[in-house]
């Protein structure tokens, strides 16, 4: 079965550095997403993705953030300098249509000390 | 936006009971899930369910759009069914909301 896969699993970072997380979403779908979860919080949206430029994003996706895709496959969060607040698990999700299902990824967990 | 309750917040069970899980929401949905956060943080897919009801072994969700609520049905609960239950709602934007959960912890 189809899924989305994440990468890293785990990373621990030093405040100020720059982070990319990677996801490989299902190979025919067409919308993508990054969430995140603050330990023992509610899962949040970050942004969504949609032929190459972003659709949608929230308040916490301020300039320090970033999204790509830069090939067919993968789909990318970049986080430019770090702060101990961004500490979370992220969460990639793609789904085929506006109104399908979303699958979600096991999820990066970040950890900035 | 769109604003999603679930109750109750926590949730303490024997092995072999049963339980129901609420999600009510605020406005029109055209999607709705079910998942299943484990121990390890992943969140498992339980239901696509915009409307109408489904079964999958002992879970079970139905979903009433025009009254704007959904109902999650674990049966003979098993200590492997302990975890946080999130109902997420999609309405009017691309963006599925979360609501806050329901903490399950089944005791053997």
């Known amino acids: 079965e189809p899924e989305v896969t994440q990468t890293p699993s785990h990373q621990v970072t030093q405040m100020g550095q720059e982070v990319i997380l990677r996801c490989v979403p299902i190979s025919n779908h067409l919308y993508f997403y990054w969430y995140r979860q603050i330990l023992g919080q509610k899962v949040e949206f970050l942004v969504s993705?949609?032929?190459?430029?972003?659709?949608?994003k929230s308040e916490i996706f301020d300039d320090q953030f970033s999204v790509e895709r830069p090939d067919g496959s993968n789909f990318t969060l970049k986080i430019r300098s770090t702060k101990l607040e961004d500490s979370a698990m992220y969460f990639c999700a793609s789904t085929s249509g506006l109104v399908g299902e979303l699958f979600f990824g096991e999820g990066s967990r970040l950890t900035v000390l | 936006g769109i604003q999603v309750e679930q109750s109750p917040p926590d949730l303490i069970l024997q092995e072999g009971a049963n339980s129901t899980l609420r999600c009510n929401f605020s406005d029109s949905v055209n999607n709705l899930q079910w998942f299943h956060q484990n121990p390890w943080g992943q969140l498992i897919n339980l239901f696509y369910?915009?409307?109408g009801t489904k079964q999958n072994g002992r879970l079970s969700a139905t979903t009433v759009a025009t009254e704007r609520y959904s109902l999650l049905y674990i049966s003979s609960s098993q200590t492997t069914d302990s975890g946080v239950y999130f109902c997420?709602?999609?309405?009017?934007?691309?963006?599925?909301?979360f609501g806050k959960g329901t903490k399950l912890t089944v005791n053997p």
């Open positions: 997420a709602v999609r309405g009017g934007s691309e963006k599925l909301v």
């Open positions: 369910i915009p409307s």
């Open positions: 993705f949609y032929n190459n430029e972003i659709s949608e």
